[in-house]
């Protein structure tokens, strides 16, 4: 047993035990947090923003010819998992081994998977290496996501601005990543982007590594450890899914078809099993019960969330490559570099939001005001495409499509920092992690339903695909921020 294991005496936020602070008097360790999750976001985007390319390719290409649909949905998918497997990670962290511990080596597998991917060529590195990177990414993010919570107390006015700074990392990550990949991916071929990524990764965990000893008590700590007793049984839980997994993929059950809608059943009955525990938890109180249902239209609103914005990696991703004119001068730019420049805006809007909740203090919208209107200005980004329609082949303006980037970028730093907040807030004591998972099975759920809503777009009906989709987004974020404020009223 380690000693992260063995210690398990409940301990207050850092704010409260923190070292000396810095970067804008926010704790220490959200240095090493946002900088572990900037590398870890390098090389997820690194890969995530070439992989339906890799994927729908040709051979001659260096891709493996799939077809564009089951590569948009392979996508889709891949991304899904990724935050599926973010529930195991949270109930590893809040049962078995501590946060920080849990974080360590699961960055070790993410590692190993980008290794996979740029060392081992055709569907059998794909394979092992999207397993490897999920494993990990299971591990990780949902963990650090939930220390940067234990930095703070729950009433502390830093904590949307230190979410904020955080994600800043995250856009940082998330740009830099795919503007290296999209780059070498065009020059000298997929794998030494793939092998790009490892490199990011190694960088993310040597960043770990060194502020490693100074993370805060509450990140060393099993929050609800499972008695010795019953390690048996959960390893065989874990291990029955895999199995099942396996099963079906050999039998043809589960296949490159079909991958999306199964994945979507699985997380909306994973998302339901994890509410009723939440709120049927002997360790869960009256008042915490209260939150988790105001927690509820605030979830929804996270999932359609996702649903647009991972449109950039599986419809947009599609019509960047074919719809835009992507020459400037003399110069053509990677298709992916394109999707990239969203990353940039958010790095550079981050701050500017972090300045303005923090000037603004009590006086600043509420979470679920800031989360509406991200998800407005995420539906006006799909409309400017709308008004794109009716071209023929690679000839829409760049420069109109770069201000859909931003208007994408300006809607996920109101959103994202806002509903990470409020999960932190409203997550019950005993629950942090799990609670924290809970959000991240809104990105699989997103990840996955944009892999689906891509493979009903077709130029030849965009018009209706894209003006649709900003309509109906936005009468259901109206109808969720109402349901929001009925249920948070309620809760005071």
């Not at 649709?468 to 948070?488: D, E, P």
Request: aromatic content about 10%.
């Amino acid at each position: 047993m380690t000693m992260d294991e063995a210690v398990q005496i409940p301990v207050a936020p850092e704010s409260s035990t923190a070292p000396k602070s810095t970067l804008m008097s926010h704790p220490r360790s959200l240095v090493t947090l946002a900088g572990t999750e900037l590398w870890e976001r390098f090389s997820f985007y690194g890969l995530q923003v070439i992989l339906a390319y890799y994927l729908y390719y040709s051979l001659t290409d260096g891709g493996l010819g799939l077809d564009v649909n089951v590569a948009v949905g392979v996508a889709g998918s891949y991304g899904g998992a990724i935050y599926v497997s973010q529930m195991v990670g949270a109930w590893i962290a809040d049962r078995l081994v501590a946060p920080r511990t849990v974080v360590l080596y699961s960055a070790v597998l993410i590692l190993l998977g980008h290794l996979v991917l740029a060392l081992v060529p055709a569907v059998a590195g794909v394979a092992a290496g999207l397993i490897l990177i999920v494993a990990g990414t299971g591990g990780l993010k949902v963990n650090v996501t939930a220390m940067v919570g234990m930095l703070y107390a729950d009433d502390d006015q830093r904590r949307d601005a230190g979410y904020s700074l955080y994600y800043m990392g995250i856009s940082l990550g998330a740009f830099l990543g795919p503007v290296l990949t999209g780059v070498l991916q065009s020059s000298v071929g997929f794998h030494l982007a793939f092998g790009a990524a490892a490199v990011g990764m190694l960088c993310g965990l040597a960043q770990y590594l060194a502020g490693y000893g100074r993370l805060p008590a509450a990140t060393r700590t099993v929050p609800n450890p499972l008695p010795r007793s019953r390690w048996a049984m959960a390893v065989a839980l874990a291990v029955a899914p895999a199995a099942a997994i396996a099963v079906a993929v050999f039998s043809g059950a589960l296949n490159l078809d079909n991958i999306s809608t199964v994945l979507t059943v699985v997380i909306v009955i994973a998302s339901l099993a994890y509410f009723a525990k939440l709120l049927s938890s002997r360790k869960t109180e009256d008042v915490e019960r209260g939150r988790i249902v105001a927690y509820i239209p605030m979830f929804l609103s996270s999932l359609l969330f996702w649903t647009l914005l991972f449109q950039l990696f599986t419809t947009l991703a599609v019509y960047v490559d074919t719809r835009v004119d992507l020459t400037v001068g003399s110069v053509t730019m990677p298709a992916a570099l394109i999707i990239t420049l969203e990353g940039l805006f958010a790095t550079v809007l981050a701050p500017l939001y972090a300045l303005s909740w923090t000037k603004l203090g009590d006086r600043q919208p509420n979470p679920g005001a800031k989360v509406f209107g991200g998800i407005a200005l995420l539906a006006a980004a799909m409309a400017v495409f709308a008004v794109l329609a009716g071209s023929t082949g690679a000839t829409n303006s760049v420069i109109v499509v770069l201000v859909a980037m931003f208007l994408f970028a300006a809607g996920e730093i109101a959103v994202v920092p806002s509903v990470l907040s409020a999960t932190a807030q409203l997550a019950p004591r005993a629950h942090k992690a799990e609670m924290t998972a809970l959000y991240f099975l809104t990105m699989a759920g997103g990840s996955t339903l944009a892999g689906l809503l891509a493979q009903t777009y077709d130029p030849a009906t965009e018009f209706v695909f894209f003006s649709v989709t900003a309509l109906v987004s936005v009468l259901v974020a109206a109808a969720l921020y109402g349901g929001y404020r009925i249920a948070i009223a309620r809760v005071h």
